[in-house]
């Protein structure tokens, strides 16, 4: 098993690089991002790796930083999304920016992807919504995250913000508390800011 590779990025094109590690040439898949990121890196990069073995093929996916080999892990977990349309939609979103998705039930967002459907895109966000708050690096990604009207469109950001900063106070990953938040907000529960905490309790189960 391969899990990462170090060497200088001699070729990329098509969403695959030739990575030359000592002398030896790896052909990597990665996302379209990622690729724009190690064709203009300095002369040697680190490239985290997951490698898919079949009968016929040996095949190395590559990935700037373990947020995006986590997400690319999750993706595939979905039925019907394969590497390569794991790897499409890497190629529009970044990992915060899925994470957002998810929790959000963004289903359009995810959809941007090539080759990836309505159907898909909805799979994506019921099979992942709550998993992807447990994944750490998933969860840090995230990074701030805006509460508005396009969220609830009935409740204020200031009483979503401060449950949010509660929730991950008792503990709760970011991305989890804030999937329960806009569920609860879409639920229905009211603006303030103990119903709202109590409510996104109830949708994480406790």
Do not use: C
Not at 144 to 167: K, N, P, R
């Amino acid at each position: 098993m391969i899990a990462q590779l170090r060497g200088s990025v001699v070729h990329a094109d098509n969403q695959i690089i030739i990575l030359d590690v000592q002398g030896v040439g790896y052909a990597v898949h990665v996302s379209g991002r990622s690729q724009s990121q190690l064709a203009t890196a300095p002369d040697m990069v680190t490239v985290l790796t997951e490698m898919q073995v079949r009968e016929d093929s040996m095949t190395l996916f590559g990935f700037v930083d373990a947020a995006e080999r986590d997400a690319f892990r999750l993706l595939i977990t979905v039925q019907g999304v394969g590497a390569k349309a794991a790897m499409a939609i890497l190629s529009v979103l970044d990992p915060a920016a899925l994470t957002q998705a998810i929790v959000a039930g963004d289903k359009a967002m995810v959809a941007r992807a090539d080759g990836v459907g309505p159907k898909i895109a909805q799979r994506v966000v019921n099979e992942l919504s709550e998993k992807i708050g447990k994944i750490p690096n998933l969860a840090n990604a995230v990074g701030d995250v805006e509460f508005g009207m396009a969220d609830a469109g009935m409740i204020e950001a200031g009483a979503s913000q401060d449950a949010l900063s509660a929730l991950v106070n008792l503990g709760y990953a970011r991305a989890e508390a804030h999937g329960a938040i806009v569920r609860a907000q879409r639920a229905g529960a009211a603006a303030d800011v103990s119903s709202l905490i109590a409510a996104a309790l109830r949708e994480m189960g406790t």
